[in-house]
């Protein structure tokens, strides 16, 4: 059975950082992209930050370059997300998902694994 569980939401405020973390469970680790997605109320869905499964290649949508980070601990099963100077613009719930490594890093589509996410709450 397959699980991923997020970890380490919660409130900031602008300018704060914040570090999630994704433990996965009954995956092939190494096999699958590793994603960040989040989504706000009345807003869709949107992937934000991915990882390669090697952990050699990311991709980051716009509105987080430079001040977020993905990355992956293979060994541990793990994937986190790095997030500095957030702004108030970045509340939502994040989730992680999971990709065989066979698609495309850079798409949101094709995800086939999904946690149940984790709030972040930045004030102003």
């Known amino acids: 059975q397959v699980q991923l569980r997020e970890s380490g939401g919660g409130l900031v405020q602008a300018g704060g950082s914040l570090r999630l973390s994704c433990a996965t469970s009954?995956?092939?680790?190494?096999?699958?992209?590793m994603g960040w997605f989040r989504q706000a109320p009345g807003k869709e869905r949107e992937v934000v930050a991915a990882v390669s499964g090697a952990g050699l290649f990311t991709y980051y949508t716009d509105a987080v370059k430079g001040r977020f980070t993905i990355s992956r601990t293979n060994s541990l099963n793990t994937v986190y997300l790095q997030m500095n100077s957030l702004r108030p613009e970045d509340t939502a719930g994040y989730y992680c998902?999971?990709?065989?490594?066979?698609?495309?890093?850079?798409?949101?589509?094709?995800?086939?694994?999904w946690g149940q996410g984790t709030q972040v709450t930045v004030s102003s």
């Open positions: 998902a999971a990709k065989p490594t066979r698609y495309e890093l850079g798409s949101s589509d094709e995800y086939n694994y």
């Open positions: 009954g995956l092939s680790f190494s096999n699958y992209h």
